[in-house]
Nanobody, 122 residues
Framework: QVQLVESGGGLVQAGGSLRLSCAAS????????MGWFRQAPGKEREVVTA????????YYGDFVKGRFTIFRDNAKNTMYLQMNSLQPEDTAVYYC???????????????WGQGTQVTVSS
């Protein structure tokens, strides 16, 4: 069973950047497909992006529009989300997720982090 811990959230002005990190432990990180979800107040949780276990393929939600990049370092058991050109509508709690299935990591991953708050001021 893998444990996930996010970090890197915070308050940033519109147009700014943040890099989120997700540190994994308790499992073979390189076996897991990884993803980021977010949930804004009053809205449903949505998938932001996901990356396959070997980093060979990734998915991005339409709203990302080239602003975010997901990447992973299997040697460090860590996944990252680089977010640029942040907008107030990106304000949400961002969650790291993992699953052995790429299909599931995009929809109903088995493992979740506790979340990190990202707030973008206008």
């Amino acid at each position: 069973q893998v444990q996930l811990v996010e970090s890197g959230g915070g308050l940033v002005q519109a147009g700014g950047s943040l890099r989120l990190s997700c540190a994994a432990s308790g499992g073979t990180f390189s076996s897991y497909n990884m993803g980021w979800f977010r949930q804004a107040p009053g809205k449903e949780r949505e998938v932001v992006t996901a990356i396959k276990w070997d980093g060979g393929s990734s998915y991005y939600g339409d709203f990302v529009k080239g602003r975010f990049t997901i990447f992973r370092d299997n040697a460090k058991n860590t996944m990252y989300l680089q977010m640029n050109s942040l907008q107030p509508e990106d304000t949400a709690v961002y969650y790291c997720a993992a699953d052995l299935s790429y299909f599931k990591v995009l929809r109903i991953p088995d493992y979740w982090g506790q979340g990190t708050q990202v707030t973008v001021s206008s």
